[in-house]
Structure formats: structure tokens, C-alpha cells
């Protein structure tokens, strides 16, 4: 916790250099300052989670608020009319939760509604997933673009169309394999694990596609790769085995994702462990290229999922073009967050050993700390303080508090001395 101290100071500048506020009193707020002292509070009251106090707030609405809004709010029977009021609310949860799993049961066993579960038999192996809604894309002869066709009891405007890009990626390279002049696509994919891929066009009205990290032969690392629509090319003819798209040439038959993928800015981004967001541009496979190569992704190498956006440029900077266009991706899987903050409290503590004349690690204006390291070139490292450091320091505020009481009573005993004389004076007097 000691260590973590310089890289907490380190965390709050970075957020203040990317995301630097311009107006009001800029990144000086209370909420910044108050995270410098989080290494503190955590050595003086424990792990903030013993302290948290959002559970007791969030059960106190529908314990006390709701039930007492419902009761007749008269003292004499304000308890139990509060009480009946909350047992009459679970049971009327409870027996909303069952009706509502029971038409989720009814749901999926309905022949309609039920999304096309399949299984894919690889050696020894088994590769079980789960398709989304299925809509049909035909061609008529001469053109480029595609007609959708939608089964019917399915939400998917008739009308809707993937990109012009996707659209005739798919006329060039997988249509000529189909029977029947038409690829059977889907707007998801869910995986053995659970984990669920969206392709959409027009979810609620806008596409909605997903990212995920992609395991490609030859490439020491999984790429990120965006997901434009998921194609069924399983059914291929026995005299068309295999196609070729963008220099893949071993495509066989199979369920494929359609995407593009993203090259590494800093190739070695994934061996550097306190990096969790890695810097990406899209892949293009020729240089006349305009837009991102697209690629036939086997959903069997897709990985995991991945959360990523686009890079904004630093302020003031113009805007890149689409060749040199940044994006960020979270690279690293939850289970590995907390071996990278390790590795970003061991950087910043080796900078602070090694820099002798860099000073401004610490905010000292900020903190009242005690010398409790001393480097082996002399250098006296400040930490937090420790709890017997904190007690001492209380006892002296104690100590310092009692003595200006009693200071501030005696001025007030010897000036209430010195009037006597007067008032006794002007007793007399009158």
C-alpha cells in the first residue's frame, strides 16, 4: 500500500492530462484531491468496502420508504401495516419473477421464436453455439447490391441492408459457392461460454456491432477484429471446397464472421504487463485500399469479447484520416487487472529510486507525512503516514486543543479579575 502511493499520484495526473478540464477551477476539484489521500485512508480505516454504505441506503427504499408510503401512516399501527405492506410486496415479486420465467420457458421452446442451436463435430472434439435471428441475402443478376429476405414472426425491417462494403464482399467472394444464389446471415452468435456476439443492421432502429479479440494463425497475439455479420457457409457444394477472400486461401466450409481487423500501433503492448488499453489501426491488406480489408473470421477463433472506441485526438489536434485513425482497445481480461496495477506500482517506485532530482512524484502540500524510507544513495523517501504516525499526530491535536481552551479560559478569568474593581466601584457610586 506504501508502494501504491506514488502510482496513485501518477493515475491522477495521467486522467488529468487526457481528459484536462478547461473551465471552472480545471482538474482542482475536490474529487481529484480526495483520491491522493486513498492510500491513507485505507491505512488508517481499512478497504473502503467495510465503510460502503450504498447497501444499507439501497435497502432502505424498498424496506421503509415504499412500505411506509403504503401504510395509513398512524402511529398506533404504523409498524405492522409497514410490515404486512412489505410481505405483501415480495410475494407480489416473487410471483411476477415466476410468471415471467414461465413465459421465458414458453419463449424458448416455441418453434417461431427459438434461435437455431447447433453443433459442430471437429475430430474428437465438440463446438456447441447458439445463432440469433436468420435473414436471407439474394442477388438479382447484374447487381451489387443485395435484397434481404426476413423469416416470417421476426422482428427485421424487410428494408434493411448491411453496408454496401459487406454487401459486396459477400457477392464477390462467398456467393459464387451457394446453390441457390443466396447466403443464409445471422445477427448473432453466441458461444460454448456463453458469451454473445451481435452483428445486427438495424437493432432498434441502428446497426449494432460487436468487437471481439480473434485468434489468427501465425500471430503471437489474439487481434481485435470488428464484426459486421455473421455468414453460413456450411452447405457449400462438394465442387467448390474451398474460396479465396483478401489472400485467404484456405477457407473452408463453415460458419464465419465477417469483420475487419486492427493492427498494433506498439506491437509490444501485450507483452508489457501494466498495459491495459492498447493502441489499434485498421488493417489494410493493399495500400489502394479505401477502406478496412475485410476478412472470414471462423467463429471457432474468436476468444473473448472486447470493449473499444475510437481515439479522439489531444486538444487542439485536427482529426486523423481513416489510415491513420487511432482506436483503444481493453486488452487485458479482468482477471488480469490487478497483476497490471502491480506492475504500474513497481514502475512508479523504481522511477522515484532511480530519479534522484525529479521531486514531483509527491504533492507535499497535500499530504503531512514523516521520512520512513532512506534509499541507499541517501534520499529520503515520504510515504503515508502510519496509524501509530496518525495517533500520535491526533493526541497532539488533542493536547494543542486542550491547551488553547484552558488559554482562552484564563484570559477570560483574568479579565473578569480586572473589571471587578470597576463594577464594585460603580456600586458604590450609586
Not at 65 to 79: G, L, P
Not at 318 to 344: G, M, N, P, V
Request: with cysteine.
Amino acid at each position: 500500500m506504501r508502494r501504491s502511493h506514488a502510482a496513485v499520484q501518477w493515475l491522477v495526473r495521467f486522467v488529468a492530462e487526457v481528459a484536462p478540464r478547461t473551465s471552472g477551477m480545471g482538474n482542482n476539484t475536490i474529487k481529484t484531491h480526495l483520491v491522493l489521500h486513498l492510500c491513507e485512508d485505507i491505512l488508517d480505516h481499512g478497504v473502503p468496502e467495510n465503510v460502503n454504505s450504498s447497501y444499507a441506503e439501497s435497502a432502505h427504499i424498498p424496506l421503509a420508504k415504499i412500505t411506509a408510503r403504503n401504510s395509513q401512516k398512524r402511529a398506533v399501527s404504523f409498524t405492522k401495516q409497514a410490515a404486512h405492506q412489505y410481505i405483501e410486496n415480495l410475494a407480489v415479486s416473487l410471483a411476477w419473477a415466476d410468471v415471467k420465467s414461465d413465459e421465458r420457458q414458453r419463449h424458448t421452446n416455441s418453434k417461431e421464436d427459438e434461435p437455431e442451436t447447433q453443433e459442430a463435430v471437429d475430430g474428437n472434439s465438440s463446438h456447441q453455439f447458439n445463432l440469433g435471428r436468420e435473414f436471407r441475402l439474394a442477388w438479382k443478376t447484374g447487381d451489387e447490391c443485395h435484397w434481404t429476405h426476413v423469416r416470417r414472426g421476426q422482428n427485421l425491417e424487410p428494408a434493411v441492408k448491411l453496408s454496401p462494403l459487406v454487401s459486396k464482399f459477400l457477392g464477390h467472394y462467398c456467393l459464387p459457392g451457394t446453390p441457390q444464389q443466396s447466403l443464409r446471415c445471422f445477427t448473432s452468435y453466441t458461444d460454448g461460454r456463453g458469451n454473445t456476439y451481435r452483428a445486427h443492421p438495424c437493432y432498434d432502429g441502428k446497426p449494432w456491432n460487436d468487437c471481439a479479440m480473434t485468434d489468427w494463425e501465425g500471430v503471437a497475439h489474439d487481434v481485435p477484429a470488428f464484426i459486421h455479420t455473421f455468414v453460413d457457409l456450411r452447405q457449400l457444394p462438394t465442387a467448390i471446397r474451398k474460396i479465396e477472400a483478401n489472400g485467404q486461401s484456405r477457407v473452408q466450409p463453415g460458419l464465419y464472421a465477417v469483420a475487419h481487423t486492427f493492427d498494433p500501433v506498439n506491437p509490444t503492448d501485450f507483452d508489457t504487463p501494466n498495459v491495459l488499453i492498447g493502441r489499434y489501426k485498421p488493417h489494410f491488406y493493399s495500400s489502394n485500399h479505401r477502406r478496412p480489408t475485410l476478412f472470414l473470421v471462423d467463429v471457432k477463433a474468436i476468444s473473448s469479447p472486447l470493449l473499444g472506441t475510437v481515439d479522439i485526438p489531444p486538444f487542439g489536434e485536427k482529426k486523423a484520416t481513416r489510415w491513420d485513425q487511432h482506436y483503444l482497445f481493453l486488452i487485458r481480461r479482468k482477471a488480469e487487472w490487478s497483476l497490471a496495477w502491480d506492475a504500474i506500482i513497481e514502475r512508479e517506485h523504481s522511477d522515484l529510486e532511480n530519479n534522484v532530482e525529479d521531486d514531483t512524484w509527491f504533492e507535499q502540500e497535500y499530504e503531512k507525512e514523516t521520512a520512513d524510507h532512506v534509499l541507499p544513495g541517501g534520499r529520503v523517501v515520504f510515504s503515508v503516514k502510519t496509524p501509530e504516525d496518525n495517533a500520535k499526530e491526533v493526541a497532539a491535536k488533542k493536547a494543542e486543543k486542550l491547551a488553547a481552551k484552558k488559554k482562552k479560559e484564563g484570559e477570560a478569568a483574568a479579565k473578569k479579575r480586572r473589571r471587578a474593581p470597576e463594577r464594585e466601584t460603580i456600586l458604590e457610586q450609586e
